[in-house]
């Protein structure tokens, strides 16, 4: 029922980002609160029930204000903010707006976009050793790479180490072309396409061959002692305990360690134990180790990603309850 209606003064150039392509944006926050928005003479009015109306003009206020910070509207930022909105912190996306990492090479901002984002940011300038645990889509090496070469141009360290376990995803290694450097650059593409979108690939080649930036498979991190370096492990869960002990026990002194890991992707054989899932275990009461835990709720890729990522979370819980059941009666 629309009794009730507030009329916001939005400025013109914003209200087309809020609106979104084809008035995309606006028809996601009528359907999700439930209200009725129309655009009259250059004034928004929103109309409905008044605790829905009041969220999503609040929204819409909140939106508008990252525009004029010179931001984009994205479809992610929209479901975001609409997420916070139901639960009235809406003002929660300016405030994460105003953390701004770094820019990328042509001068785009990479800042959290969510509180888990922002949470797990904090957690690398305030600690040592930082895991950052969650799906595919949530930033973790993205955010991680920001952090690395902040800390590498701010000369906060001397270089920055990226590191990937090699392992096989239903592929055999052995028969593609190639040295094993060749064999091994696929695995490690990730970072270096992070590495050419935040630095431009100038920068990256100059500073790999002075040896201030190395990229290498996890296996030659053996035997060495890595200090003042910025050193990020990256598909951790595919790591076995015996090498995860062997990464953490080579950090020296200045060095700041990442770890990040999809527990829920693991090409490791089948009956092997996954490095990542006991470190969880073991060094969780250790000072100066955070764990932070992103979930669907932080995916800013495609919103299909992190619809799909909450469609396998629930299938999988649903088969666990299945199999306790089963298991249970027997």
Known sequence: MNDFSIKLALPAEHMQKIFGMQDAYVKKLERDFGVVIVDRNGEVIVSGEESMVRKAASVMEQLSIISQRGNEIEEQSVDYAITMGMEEQEKVITEIDTDCICHTING????????GQKAYVDAIRKNMIVFGLGPAGTGKTYLAMAMAITAFKNNEVSRIILTRPAIEAGEKLGFLPGDLQSKVDPYLRPLYDALYQIMGAESFAKNMEKGLIEVAPLAYMRGRTL????????????????????????????????????????????????????????????????????????????????????????FEAKEKYRNREKYGRK
């Open 108 to 115: 785009k901002p990479i800042k959290p976009k969510t509180l």
């Open 227 to 314: 200090d003042n370096a910025y050193i990020i492990l990256d598909e951790a869960q595919n790591t076995t305990p015996a090498q995860m002990k062997m990464f953490l026990t080579r950090i020296g002194f200045g060095s700041k360690v990442i770890v990040t890991g999809d527990a829920s992707q693991k090409d490791l054989a089948p009956g092997t134990k996954s490095g990542l899932d006991v470190a969880t275990r073991v060094l969780s009461k250790i000072d100066d180790i955070a764990f932070c835990n992103l979930t669907s709720r932080d995916v800013v890729r495609h919103p299909l990603v992190q619809k799909i990522v909450k469609a396998y979370d629930d």
